[in-house]
């Protein structure tokens, strides 16, 4: 039996076809069927024609809703559809994609995140004006539930189009770019393997390992949206267990091998920091909602690291999730204290 998690990169078979194709867009899709019109649309109203690109849905055995209607009626023909035999898990779903991709280029874009206007025309110019890099990616907005901008600051790694110096420093200390916003040449998928490790992280951990193997190209632009906190979903299960902080450790520890070794503590130190404070974020997120899952991800945070800021953070954390406890408590008991001190006696 296919282990649902590689222990490491799938071997991607090269393509055998007689003539490749510019653009594959492979959209894996698993219960979020009530955003795929949006993702498919967002690929259709730039579509560059079926002799350029290939578009294909890979549904991972998905159980809310009829995906391979959905698909055939929004594609027309257009957009071809594959149903997994078994829910396979996303690191297998994203390795069928790889394979069954045709085109020079892989844009893996999930079925729960959207584009905008112009993202191809956008990498299809990286990659004529930068050759030798081995993908490309520009930057991105974060949208909720509804679509709507969920994060909106302007946050920039380079001004303008060009290749990121020291880029593989960079990504290996925190997250810089999310899925939808990368198209991935297949030529580095055969080389490199496909996804491996983890369910969450592994991402972090491939645009890390194609940055200490090939030049990665960046246009500012923001063409694409990843969707976030919408109650679904890999990362909101793995909030809940707390696997997210794990999946996280086991990431930087996969990261080291790929950097200088007079560099390797410095950039583990500055990735735990960051990511400790990326559970805090959550957490502080989650106060009022969740605070079991709250309190989970401070201790995620916790065995990350105790550098001061850290320490900081998680001290004001408690203060708040205290504080507002007491302002909940006197909304509830507006009486007088005495009346709070003989309910709280019974």
């Known amino acids: 039996m296919v282990k649902r998690i590689p222990e490491s990169p799938p071997h991607i078979l090269p393509y055998l076809g007689e003539e490749q194709i510019i653009w594959s867009v492979m959209i894996p899709v698993?219960?979020?069927?009530?955003?795929?019109?949006?993702?498919?649309?967002?690929?259709?109203?730039?579509?560059?024609?079926?002799n350029i690109m290939q578009i294909e849905v890979i549904d991972d055995y998905s159980t809310d809703g009829k995906v391979e209607e959905l698909v055939k009626q929004l594609g027309n023909g257009r957009v071809q559809y594959f149903r997994q035999k078994q829910n396979v898990g996303s690191l297998r779903n994203f390795e069928t994609c790889i394979n069954r991709s045709k085109g020079k280029y892989v844009h893996i874009l999930h079925g729960d995140d959207k584009l905008e206007p112009g993202f191809y025309n956008e990498i299809d110019f990286l990659f004529k004006n930068?050759?030798?890099?081995?993908?490309?990616?520009?930057?991105?907005?974060?949208?909720?539930?509804?679509?709507?901008?969920?994060?909106?600051?302007?946050?920039?790694?380079?001004?303008a189009p060009g290749i990121i110096p020291n880029f593989l420093e960079k990504i290996a200390s925190k997250q810089l770019l999310q899925p939808p916003a990368i198209v991935v040449k297949r030529?580095?998928?055969?080389?490199?393997?496909?996804?491996?490790a983890v369910h969450f992280g592994e991402d972090w951990?491939?645009?890390?390992?194609?940055?200490?193997?090939y030049p990665v190209a960046y246009s500012p632009k923001k063409l694409?949206?990843?969707?976030?906190?919408?109650?679904?979903g890999i990362s909101y299960n793995s909030f809940q267990s707390g696997q997210n902080f794990k999946d996280l450790l086991t990431v930087i520890n996969i990261i080291q091998n790929y950097l200088p070794d007079n560099k390797r503590q410095h950039i583990k130190d500055a990735a735990l920091k960051y990511n400790a404070n990326y559970c805090i974020k959550i957490?502080?997120?989650?106060?009022?909602?969740?605070?079991?899952?709250?309190?989970?991800?401070i201790k995620g945070a916790w065995s990350m690291s105790k550098d001061f800021y850290t320490m900081y953070r998680i001290v004001r954390f408690y203060v708040m999730y205290f504080s507002r406890f007491k302002q909940i408590e006197s909304f509830i008991f507006p009486e007088s204290k005495s009346f709070k001190k003989f309910f709280f006696k019974r």
């Open 224 to 232: 694409a949206n990843y969707r976030v906190g919408h109650g679904d």
């Open 130 to 159: 930068y050759p030798n890099a081995g993908a490309a990616f520009t930057n991105f907005h974060l949208i909720n539930g509804n679509s709507k901008i969920a994060e909106s600051k302007d946050e920039f790694i380079l001004d």
């Open 187 to 196: 030529s580095t998928y055969e080389n490199l393997g496909g996804f491996f």
């Open 283 to 297: 957490a502080n997120s989650l106060i009022l909602k969740n605070t079991k899952v709250a309190k989970t991800q």
């Open 30 to 50: 698993y219960n979020c069927f009530k955003f795929i019109e949006e993702t498919i649309t967002s690929v259709l109203d730039q579509d560059l024609g079926e």
């Open 205 to 213: 951990e491939m645009w890390t390992r194609i940055s200490a193997h």
